[in-house]
């Protein structure tokens, strides 16, 4: 039996990339039945797509999307940074399907503020070039790490996360994340919304923050590269979801048929949804 949740955050997915984790995302939404979810920026990696690698996996993740959507769950897709094209697309509606920049949610009676957080990056505002090398340079760490991490699995040791690595070690990574947080919250306190939710920096969070001017909850929902998380909140609690704390019971269910289309299918069946 599926389990029913009253809302899913899911950001940086980044289909269409080696880095990204189908398998393991589609375990996680074959398992769940959510009245909202809402799609945080840089589901597709339309940065690095490329025609000659679009996994049936991949594809099962958006036909997966559209599913929801069909059967009566509101499917909310933020755009990202990776995703940005789609923006000249904002407050678009098929069906179920919304389109945006951003989202405000009223829930039990407090004010959410939801966008992925590239605003806040200097590189990805200014330099897109240098942010765009970054995202092939992490696409090919990725790479390189699960092949180490393979070998390490045939010798029996724990898989090992080379960009958790360096990102925990040098200083300015570990500065940024802290800015990141303290300014999307203060921002949300100045605002007046008791939570601001991000995506962006693959650092899943939650964490209550506070200055002169008030309160609010700082909440990322992480990434399905590395940390593979999604937020949930349910009878008005939240939650990050961790898939490596809940695969064994994951893998216990039976795997649901996989996409059997192109993507210009899928696409056109998007676009029959009104």
Not at 28 to 40: D, F, H, R, T
Not at 75 to 93: A, P, Q, V
Not at 184 to 197: H, P, R, T
Not at 221 to 248: M, Q, V
Request: aromatic share 10%; glycine share 6%.
């Amino acid at each position: 039996m599926k389990r029913k949740v009253d809302l899913i955050i899911l950001s940086d997915v980044h289909l269409g990339t080696y880095g990204c984790r189908a398998k393991e995302l589609l375990q996680y939404l074959n398992s769940v039945q959510p009245k909202m979810l809402i799609l945080n920026g840089d589901i597709i990696d339309i940065w690095q797509f490329k025609k000659s690698y679009f996994p049936k996996k991949h594809l099962s993740i958006l036909k997966k999307f559209i599913d929801f959507a069909v059967k009566g769950t509101e499917l909310i897709y933020i755009t990202g940074n990776h995703d940005e094209m789609l923006r000249k697309f904002s407050d678009l509606r098929l069906g179920k399907i919304k389109l945006t920049n951003k989202e405000i949610l009223q829930l039990d009676g407090k004010h959410a503020w939801i966008f992925h957080g590239d605003v806040f990056d200097a590189s990805v505002q200014h330099s897109k070039w240098i942010a765009r090398l970054g995202g092939v340079g992490y696409d090919l760490l990725i790479r390189l790490n699960n092949v180490i991490n393979w070998c390490l699995m045939k010798m029996g040791r724990e898989k090992y996360s080379l960009s958790k690595k360096i990102k925990n070690s040098v200083k300015k990574a570990v500065k940024y994340i802290s800015d990141f947080e303290n300014t999307a919250s203060e921002l949300a306190i100045e605002k007046g919304f008791d939570y601001v939710i991000c995506g962006h920096i693959h650092q899943p969070q939650m964490r209550k923050i506070k200055n002169k001017k008030g309160e609010c909850m700082y909440m990322n929902s992480g990434d399905w590269i590395e940390n593979l998380t999604a937020l949930e909140y349910h009878n008005g609690n939240w939650t990050i979801f961790s898939y490596e704390e809940n695969k064994e019971k994951l893998a216990l269910r039976k795997e649901e048929e996989t996409a059997d289309m192109t993507l210009e299918e899928l696409i056109s069946s998007v676009t029959s949804l009104n």
